[in-house]
């Protein structure tokens, strides 16, 4: 390894760029315009990489192993393994318990004393591992940075080494036994176990990270304490009070929602979900299968984002790659986004705090890379970043490509996910905490904005995420002026910030600023195609069937097109979708998925939800390499990134419950296939509990409960009363509504009307 001090992320020579960037887009010259925007580039973000493994030999005198099964129970967060070996029945349980805070292992046999096994670690980081008091441990240091992978896949990591050990953080894990019968010797610096009838196994980790603004210099936090207290505590507890516990705090979060479809298909659960997939692929009907993905995308979501400062990442928790695709962190682009987009609709609102806190982190540095990129107010985020807030547009100072490094609409993006959070919980003391952030987007993005020819206020240098235009025949351009995703992020982040000031009763002179920036705003435009133009001009593209739909950002998570609101503009996103196709890489299909349901069309929504469970398998031509998921359900870019399967979940839910208008729509895009079904405990914006049951693609009952109170607006495709209210809906444009004055803590039932 060799050592390259980690800079600053400030790029001194950034901010003279920019106005020769202006000149020539003005001019249209988009490859001077290109090789320009490349010069406002700093360092790479940082890599995530995995700790260490644990390893277990198990000694069974040369017999082999069978009736083997492996299984995960969703609903306690347990992974059991259970085998046969020479008549003895052994079982593996596995429970990762945040009350805990460590992870605990249970061997097992129906007969005693059959339990001899070794225990090892390794780690692919610099390491050394002891014994110490009948403990294993491994202690390491992990270097301080590491070239991203995408710069080449074919080439060996380039990885640095600090000396002053400012971002090479230390790390520690300790695996602590408790036996029952037997005795505990070591090998070397193995732990060896033989003859017990029963063996606990305490894991704990931590590491010396010492906060986003600060460097350690070799001291941080103590990683020994950190890891070593928690498995103190738990290991002088009985086991059965561990899992007490661990299932006690994991349902309180995953018990809220139940999904059930198509209740009088042959149920398939008894079957391994490999195979389940297989028999998916060829046509069989599994609707307990596509009921399990939802449900699988909460759980990940549960066991992911339950750490300060760190929200779930590309993979979420699980890479167990040196050198992670695309170094496992934060895209802002779309992917940390979708990973998010569940956690309020799916009633895992106590979820979003990694997130919360990683938006006020990158706010503070965004802030200076705004001021030294720019020469703006507020803050910026680009398309990357890391546990340490990086900000700048990444590219080792000019070796990243402008089509994904340099995009400017990361912190007007992530302060959607502030609003949406006090929407959904109607949390005002919450919104006046953050509304300093969102102002701060706001901000940078009145700096940020030009006057175009015409009058209107536009973004340049701009990029549609990751794609390209044609021009003049056949050129192609990444850097342009005022793509339709740029227009669309700030046109929602003005409008949700003028609702804020508004709710809190403040600021009005900055509202009134918001207020006429926002009229003059680029309008959307639809193409020669009746698509929703990508474009400041209604270009080719270069890929037509990109796996990014960045401009129709407006119409899903944002709520400015709409079939109810903009229908013209409606068609024009459909007509983009079907340019774009149905493929896709899996978190592609995702987002496709909840955009045919804002579309309200159902069946178009589950045929993309049915793309994404193709099962995919990297090493097996039969099952190419495709947008689909992994045999264990791990959403398949490919390779694995956990936002397909986030973004999947939501995709359910919005076909089953959208409240982006100020009201509950019931069944707004419900597929064709799923004929019968009931999901409950689901989240409506304005903080209503929503449990709905159908029959034969209707409603047949709903039940609204009003967590806060307020006025309550509720849609659907039939008519329908309002039970011990006796409110009666009345017909609109789409479908039928009523309006009523909902009280905190009452329940209202939903009924057809007949």
Same mark, same amino acid.
């Given at each position: 390894?060799?050592?390259?001090?980690?800079?600053?992320?400030?790029?001194?020579?950034?901010?003279?760029?920019?106005?020769?960037?202006?000149?020539?887009?003005?001019?249209? &010259?988009?490859?001077?315009?290109?090789?320009?925007?490349?010069?406002?580039?700093?360092?790479?973000?940082?890599?995530?990489?995995?700790?260490?493994?644990?390893?277990?030999?198990?000694?069974?005198?040369?017999?082999?192993?069978?009736?083997?099964?492996?299984?995960?129970?969703?609903?306690?967060?347990?992974?059991?393994?259970?085998?046969?070996?020479?008549?003895?029945?052994?079982?593996?349980?596995?429970?990762?318990?945040?009350?805990?805070?460590?992870?605990?292992?249970?061997?097992?046999?129906?007969?005693?004393?059959?339990?001899?096994?070794?225990?090892?670690?390794?780690?692919?980081?610099?390491?050394?591992?002891?014994?110490?008091?009948?403990?294993?441990?491994?202690?390491?240091?992990?270097?301080?940075?590491?070239?991203?992978?995408?710069?080449?896949?074919?080439?060996?990591?380039?990885?640095?080494? !600090?000396?002053?050990?400012?971002?090479?953080?230390?790390?520690?894990?300790?695996?602590?036994?408790?036996?029952?019968?037997?005795?505990?010797?070591?090998?070397?610096?193995?732990?060896?176990?033989?003859?017990?009838?029963?063996?606990?196994?305490?894991?704990?980790?931590?590491?010396?990270?010492?906060?986003?603004?600060?460097?350690?210099?070799?001291?941080?936090?103590?990683?020994?304490?950190?890891?070593?207290?928690?498995?103190?505590?738990?290991?002088?507890?009985?086991?059965?009070?561990?899992?007490?516990?661990?299932?006690?705090?994991?349902?309180?979060?995953?018990?809220?929602?139940?999904?059930?479809?198509?209740?009088?298909?042959?149920?398939?659960?008894?079957?391994?979900?490999?195979?389940?997939?297989?028999?998916?692929?060829?046509?069989?009907?599994?609707?307990?299968?596509?009921?399990?993905?939802?449900?699988?995308?909460?759980?990940?979501?549960?066991?992911?984002?339950?750490?300060?400062?760190?929200?779930?990442?590309?993979?979420?928790?699980?890479?167990?790659?040196?050198?992670?695709?695309?170094?496992?962190?934060?895209?802002?682009?779309?992917?940390?986004?979708?990973?998010?987009?569940?956690?309020?609709?799916?009633?895992?609102?106590?979820?979003?705090?990694?997130?919360?806190?990683?938006?006020?982190?990158?706010?503070?540095?965004?802030?200076?890379?705004?001021?030294?990129?720019?020469?703006?107010?507020?803050?910026?985020?680009?398309?990357?970043?890391?546990?340490?807030?990086?900000?700048?547009?990444?590219?080792?100072?000019?070796?990243?490509?402008?089509?994904?490094?340099?995009?400017?609409?990361?912190?007007?993006?992530?302060?959607?996910?502030?609003?949406?959070?006090?929407?959904?919980?109607?949390?005002?003391?919450?919104?006046?905490?953050?509304?300093?952030?969102?102002?701060?987007?706001?901000?940078?993005?009145? &700096?940020?904005?030009?006057?175009?020819?015409?009058?209107?206020?536009?973004?340049?240098?701009?990029?549609?995420?990751?794609?390209?235009?044609?021009?003049?025949?056949?050129?192609?351009?990444? #850097?342009?002026?005022?793509?339709?995703?740029?227009?669309?992020?700030?046109?929602?982040?003005?409008?949700?910030?003028?609702?804020?000031?508004?709710?809190?009763?403040?600021?009005?002179?900055?509202?009134?600023? #918001?207020?006429?920036?926002?009229?003059?705003?680029?309008?959307?435009?639809?193409?020669?195609?009746?698509?929703?133009?990508?474009?400041?001009? !209604?270009?080719? &593209?270069?890929?037509?069937?990109?796996?990014?739909?960045?401009?129709?950002?407006?119409?899903?998570?944002?709520?400015?097109?709409?079939?109810?609101?903009?229908?013209?503009?409606?068609?024009?996103?459909?007509?983009?979708?079907?340019?774009?196709?149905?493929?896709?890489?899996?978190?592609?299909?995702?987002?496709?998925?909840?955009?045919?349901?804002?579309?309200?069309?159902?069946?178009?929504?589950?045929?993309?939800?049915?793309?994404?469970?193709?099962?995919?398998?990297?090493?097996?031509?039969?099952?190419?390499?495709?947008?689909?998921?992994?045999?264990?359900?791990?959403?398949?870019?490919?390779?694995?990134?956990?936002?397909?399967?986030?973004?999947?979940?939501?995709?359910?839910?919005?076909?089953?419950?959208?409240?982006?208008?100020?009201?509950?729509?019931?069944?707004?895009?419900?597929?064709?296939?799923?004929?019968?079904?009931?999901?409950?405990?689901?989240?409506?914006?304005?903080?209503?509990?929503? !449990?709905?049951?159908?029959?034969?693609?209707?409603?047949?009952?709903?039940?609204?409960?009003?967590?806060?109170?307020?006025?309550?607006?509720?849609?659907?495709?039939?008519?329908?009363?309002?039970?011990?209210?006796?409110?009666?809906?009345?017909?609109?444009?789409?479908?039928?509504?009523?309006?009523?004055?909902?009280?905190?803590?009452?329940?209202?039932?939903?009924?057809?009307?007949?």
């Amino acid at each position: 390894m060799e050592w390259r001090h980690v800079q600053k992320n400030v790029n001194p020579d950034a901010f003279k760029n920019l106005a020769l960037i202006r000149e020539a887009l003005t001019k249209e &010259d988009f490859e001077k315009a290109y090789k320009l925007t490349k010069n406002m580039q700093g360092a790479y973000s940082e890599s995530f990489m995995p700790l260490g493994d644990l390893i277990l030999k198990q000694d069974f005198g040369g017999k082999k192993p069978d009736s083997y099964n492996r299984s995960l129970d969703l609903q306690t967060g347990l992974a059991v393994t259970n085998f046969n070996v020479d008549g003895v029945n052994y079982k593996r349980e596995i429970l990762a318990s945040a009350p805990a805070q460590c992870v605990v292992i249970k061997l097992s046999a129906d007969q005693v004393k059959k339990l001899s096994i070794t225990i090892d670690v390794a780690s692919l980081l610099r390491s050394e591992k002891s014994i110490n008091d009948k403990s294993l441990v491994l202690k390491g240091k992990a270097p301080s940075h590491a070239d991203p992978n995408y710069i080449d896949y074919n080439k060996e990591p380039i990885i640095y080494e !600090d000396p002053t050990g400012c971002r090479g953080m230390r790390f520690e894990l300790i695996i602590k036994p408790i036996v029952k019968d037997g005795e505990i010797t070591s090998e070397g610096n193995n732990l060896v176990i033989k003859n017990a009838s029963e063996i606990l196994l305490f894991v704990s980790a931590a590491t010396s990270f010492n906060g986003f603004d600060k460097c350690p210099n070799s001291q941080g936090k103590d990683e020994h304490q950190l890891a070593e207290n928690p498995i103190k505590k738990a290991s002088v507890k009985k086991y059965n009070n561990l899992i007490k516990e661990h299932i006690t705090d994991f349902q309180k979060l995953f018990n809220r929602v139940s999904l059930q479809l198509n209740e009088n298909e042959t149920s398939k659960s008894n079957l391994p979900t490999d195979v389940r997939l297989e028999q998916y692929a060829k046509g069989e009907k599994d609707a307990g299968l596509e009921a399990l993905f939802f449900q699988f995308g909460r759980y990940l979501l549960i066991s992911s984002s339950r750490t300060h400062n760190a929200p779930a990442n590309l993979q979420g928790i699980w890479n167990n790659k040196l050198r992670a695709p695309w170094s496992s962190n934060y895209t802002t682009n779309i992917n940390l986004q979708m990973n998010y987009w569940p956690v309020e609709s799916g009633n895992l609102s106590e979820l979003f705090f990694p997130l919360d806190e990683f938006i006020q982190n990158v706010a503070v540095t965004g802030t200076e890379t705004a001021k030294s990129y720019y020469h703006a107010n507020g803050w910026v985020l680009h398309h990357n970043s890391d546990i340490w807030a990086t900000t700048n547009p990444v590219g080792d100072f000019g070796k990243g490509d402008p089509m994904w490094a340099n995009w400017y609409m990361g912190a007007n993006w992530l302060s959607r996910h502030l609003w949406e959070h006090y929407e959904y919980t109607g949390d005002i003391a919450y919104l006046k905490k953050v509304y300093p952030i969102m102002k701060g987007a706001v901000e940078f993005s009145l &700096d940020w904005l030009q006057k175009d020819k015409n009058g209107y206020l536009v973004t340049m240098p701009s990029t549609s995420p990751e794609n390209k235009y044609l021009y003049d025949g056949k050129k192609e351009g990444i #850097v342009t002026t005022a793509s339709t995703m740029d227009i669309g992020i700030i046109k929602d982040l003005f409008e949700n910030t003028i609702e804020a000031s508004k709710i809190l009763n403040s600021d009005a002179d900055f509202r009134q600023v #918001v207020s006429e920036a926002e009229r003059q705003l680029l309008p959307f435009k639809i193409g020669s195609k009746g698509q929703l133009q990508e474009w400041y001009k !209604d270009f080719e &593209d270069e890929d037509p069937h990109h796996r990014h739909t960045s401009h129709l950002y407006a119409l899903h998570p944002a709520n400015l097109i709409s079939p109810l609101k903009t229908p013209e503009l409606a068609d024009a996103a459909k007509k983009t979708l079907e340019l774009r196709g149905d493929d896709g890489t899996g978190w592609s299909l995702a987002w496709k998925v909840n955009m045919w349901a804002r579309l309200l069309d159902g069946s178009h929504a589950y045929k993309l939800f049915k793309n994404q469970l193709r099962l995919t398998k990297d090493n097996d031509p039969k099952y190419k390499r495709q947008g689909g998921c992994y045999p264990n359900l791990f959403d398949a870019h490919p390779p694995f990134q956990i936002d397909g399967n986030f973004a999947g979940t939501a995709g359910v839910i919005e076909m089953l419950l959208q409240s982006q208008n100020k009201e509950i729509h019931l069944l707004p895009a419900l597929p064709d296939a799923w004929t019968d079904g009931e999901i409950k405990g689901i989240k409506a914006k304005g903080n209503f509990s929503v !449990d709905i049951k159908w029959n034969n693609g209707k409603m047949s009952q709903a039940k609204i409960l009003a967590n806060k109170g307020g006025t309550c607006t509720i849609r659907s495709a039939e008519p329908f009363i309002v039970e011990k209210l006796n409110v009666k809906s009345e017909i609109s444009s789409i479908g039928y509504t009523a309006t009523f004055d909902a009280k905190k803590g009452t329940a209202y039932n939903v009924k057809p009307l007949k």
